[in-house]
């Protein structure tokens, strides 16, 4: 018979449930199995397929909640084109006014990047100046030829190379990037390949780490919702005739790797002298003693960021300070052997660099400690895009520190998905909100935080994008560690990332994303800062909340490894028993359920659910929830019979304790609901379906997402009746709303508008 075909999105029928008290955000995705009433009316193309068939009778598809919120994802309608934007530079410096030109390093890569699809690497040591070089090289391509895109991208660390192919895909207004599960970097390597987007250059910068570049298992992130489709970044920068890939790495392995050829490597050393001299005298002017200088220069090994250090102390220093004062200071640092003192070498650099800094940093403790302290903090975030919201004092007491019980009538509305243990401050509080630190920087205002930046910039311990965040070298983040783990202060200044952090960092709600995704390095790297046992449950909340964000991006490996330490600290902290160990088992039995773990997803939740009824009884609210979790995991299995018996105990549960009309128990009948729908029960599931729509109407309004996701389920179902005109009618009326209430670009507005776009072809 013929079919009309529905693409439903690979990780599609998501729900969102939102416990009052003590819950956890979840997520349920059926792999799967299902039954209908006429078999022939459903073909399945795979049993993890990216697209499904569904017979003229079976065009949509409704997924209950376990609690709360039902958000059906559908593949997406298509985006209204946007006019591109002329060719422009996305380079997050300005321009140096002191840079010197090495030699030809600038007329080597303009020749190569002259080529057809041509890839450079600068290879060097840490402090070397590759980044400058690369930073002059993107400035002046864009003055030469304004009509070539220029991209930059920061290449550390794979969450930093996926934001920057996500502003790519903003810069040249991509089509379909705003989807909710778009494949970011697959778009913007389409996008790259042809050859009628014009010329563009991608500089990947500080690309040191291989495994960003090759390891699938890192690098599957937002690429894919399925597993089986993970894929090296290395493998979406493409060789297009049209584009030029510059990286800057100190990893020579890797430089070949991404360039193919080792004469495609340029190998930065150390500057010659009369470039140290000139770079010295953009800095100080020009000296009074030349051999001074010249020895100067020599000691710090020719190194453009020892030189830059050195210049930056001197000048901020004057006129109590002079290039002769320095040299003589320098000589007794490294002269000096003392543990303290005896930093080690990071990956080959030189010891110069270290020393300035050194140097640098005593004078700095000695006259302003706090903005030793804020340089201190720095040095446990990613070296790279690090915002100052995150770094300024608290503002807050030790009762607003995440991860606390919020009283029974805080805010426990569904639509922000506000819970007692997932660690969400109040959506209306400050962003740069903080738990109370353990110095007096506490007190500090920020006029002082003003002043700490301006000293650590003056002497060139940092710096700032104009995008308004800071960045440090590798080697100054390094020095500092090194410096702090010497002087057994790396614990108390690993606490204070963990609690700004934690302060910070939203949960994974749909509205947080773009908080989350500027902030997500900063937590994958604090995954490796466990504290101590008695500071546990504060880490624990930061990284439950970054595994539930890279959940919600599909990034299942990341979550599971997460959200399974901060069950671990839980645990061992709390106890099994304790409700925050049963949010985040319940959450870990979610990833699992998502990475096709169904068996040990349903022990999790078993366990959950029977610990519940011993603690709290059979009839407890997080003992139903924990029960409506269960069934959703027998839903996900085609178990409708088992999945059908949980449910209609649910809801007769709340029903008696809470009343017909309360939330959860309209949740509930729509769980109910979506079961009876799987099984081809339109009439049972329809009967639900608008009893549920008409109360949440009236308790919740006409508009509430809610409500609004009870429109949506009941158009499917009319759907699936053969009632199109009614069901088309219906699902319009709930696309117009949730653009009211929602916006354009929320997952559920545009699964509405992608399901009018088919309903109405």
């Given at each position: 018979m013929p079919t009309s075909d529905l693409r439903l999105h690979p990780r599609g029928y998501k729900t969102h449930k939102w416990l009052d008290l003590d819950a956890t955000y979840l997520i349920v995705k059926p792999k799967f199995s299902l039954r209908f009433r006429h078999a022939d009316e459903l073909r399945i193309e795979s049993a993890m397929s990216d697209s499904y068939r569904f017979g003229d009778y079976n065009n949509g598809f409704q997924v209950g909640t376990n609690r709360g919120t039902i958000y059906n994802t559908f593949p997406q309608a298509p985006e209204r084109s946007e006019t591109p934007p002329r060719p422009f530079a996305t380079i997050p410096f300005s321009r140096d006014p002191d840079f010197v030109n090495r030699g030809d390093i600038l007329e080597q890569i303009d020749r190569r990047c002259s080529e057809p699809a041509a890839r450079v690497a600068l290879v060097g040591l840490g402090g070397i100046g590759k980044s400058q070089l690369a930073i002059e090289f993107a400035h002046r391509i864009t003055e030469k030829q304004p009509d070539i895109w220029v991209f930059w991208v920061h290449a550390g660390m794979y969450e930093r190379v996926e934001d920057g192919f996500r502003t790519i895909a903003n810069t040249v207004k991509l089509a379909g990037r705003n989807e909710p599960k778009a494949n970011i970097p697959q778009l913007v390597y389409s996008w790259l390949s042809n050859e009628r987007n014009g010329r563009w250059i991608m500089i990947l910068d500080s690309a040191d780490d291989r495994d960003v570049f090759d390891n699938a298992n890192i690098a599957h992130g937002t690429t894919s919702g399925n597993e089986r489709e993970r894929r090296p970044f290395a493998t979406f920068l493409p060789q297009s005739q049209n584009g030029s890939i510059i990286v800057t790495t100190r990893n020579r392995e890797l430089a070949f790797r991404l360039t193919g050829r080792r004469q495609n490597m340029i190998e930065v050393g150390p500057m010659a002298q009369t470039d140290a001299l000139a770079l010295l005298e953009k800095k100080l002017g020009s000296p009074a003693d030349l051999n001074v200088a010249a020895d100067l220069v020599q000691a710090l090994d020719l190194v453009p960021l020892a030189i830059s250090q050195a210049a930056a102390y001197i000048q901020a220093r004057a006129p109590r300070s002079s290039p002769e004062k320095y040299l003589a200071e320098f000589r007794k640092k490294q002269s000096l052997q003392y543990d303290a003192g005896d930093l080690r070498r990071d990956g080959g650099a030189s010891n110069a660099v270290l020393t300035t800094w050194q140097i640098s940093f005593d004078y700095i403790r000695s006259k302003r400690p706090s903005a030793a302290d804020l340089l201190s903090l720095m040095s446990f975030f990613d070296r790279q895009g690090i915002p100052g919201w995150v770094l300024k004092p608290p503002r807050v007491t030790k009762e607003d520190i995440p991860g606390r019980r919020i009283d029974k009538d805080g805010d426990t509305d569904f639509d922000n998905g506000r819970s007692a243990t997932d660690g969400a401050v109040d959506d209306d509080m400050d962003s740069d909100t903080d738990s109370d630190l353990t110095d007096d920087s506490a007190d500090t205002t920020d006029d002082g935080f003003e002043d700490d930046v301006a000293m650590l910039r003056d002497y060139c311990l940092i710096a700032m994008t104009e995008m308004d965040e800071f960045e440090m070298h590798g080697l100054v983040q390094f020095s500092t560690r090194k410096w702090l783990e010497q002087w057994g202060q790396q614990e108390t200044f690993i606490q204070k990332f963990i609690e700004r952090m934690a302060a910070s960092f939203p949960t994974g709600n749909y509205k947080n994303w773009a908080t989350c995704r500027n902030l997500f390095a900063h937590v994958q790297v604090a995954v490796a800062y466990q504290p101590s046992d008695d500071r546990n449950d504060i880490w624990a909340t930061l990284l439950y909340n970054g595994g539930w964000f890279a959940w919600s991006q599909g990034r299942y490996e990341m979550a599971q490894r997460m959200v399974g330490k901060a069950r671990r600290a839980r645990e061992n902290r709390l106890g099994k028993e304790d409700t925050a160990s049963l949010d985040s088992m319940s959450l870990f039995a979610l990833?699992?359920?998502?990475?096709?773990?169904?068996?040990?997803?349903?022990?999790?939740?078993?366990?959950?659910?029977?610990?519940?009824?011993?603690?709290?009884?059979?009839?407890?609210?997080?003992?139903?929830?924990?029960?409506?979790?269960?069934?959703?995991?027998?839903?996900?299995?085609?178990?409708?019979?088992?999945?059908?018996?949980?449910?209609?105990?649910?809801?007769?549960?709340?029903?008696?304790?809470?009343?017909?009309?309360?939330?959860?128990?309209?949740?509930?009948?729509?769980?109910?609901?979506?079961?009876?729908?799987?099984?081809?029960?339109?009439?049972?599931?329809?009967?639900?379906?608008?009893?549920?729509?008409?109360?949440?109407?009236?308790?919740?309004?006409?508009?509430?997402?809610?409500?609004?996701?009870?429109?949506?389920?009941?158009?499917?179902?009319?759907?699936?009746q053969g009632r199109h005109s009614t069901a088309l009618a219906l699902m319009k009326d709930c696309a117009q709303a949730r653009q009211r209430r929602l916006g354009a670009e929320h997952p559920d507005t545009l699964s509405s508008l992608a399901t009018v776009t088919k309903w109405g072809s």
């Open positions: 990833v699992l359920l998502d990475r096709g773990q169904w068996e040990e997803a349903e022990k999790l939740f078993v366990q959950v659910m029977e610990t519940s009824k011993t603690k709290l009884g059979a009839d407890h609210p997080d003992t139903l929830a924990s029960m409506a979790n269960l069934a959703s995991t027998y839903r996900n299995q085609g178990r409708w019979e088992e999945a059908e018996k949980l449910e209609v105990q649910v809801m007769e549960t709340r029903k008696t304790k809470l009343g017909a009309d309360h939330p959860d128990t309209l949740s509930s009948m729509a769980n109910l609901a979506s079961t009876f729908w799987n099984q081809g029960r339109w009439e049972e599931a329809e009967k639900l379906e608008v009893q549920v729509m008409e109360t949440r109407k009236t308790k919740l309004g006409a508009d509430h997402p809610d409500t609004l996701t009870s429109m949506a389920n009941l158009a499917f179902t009319w759907k699936s």
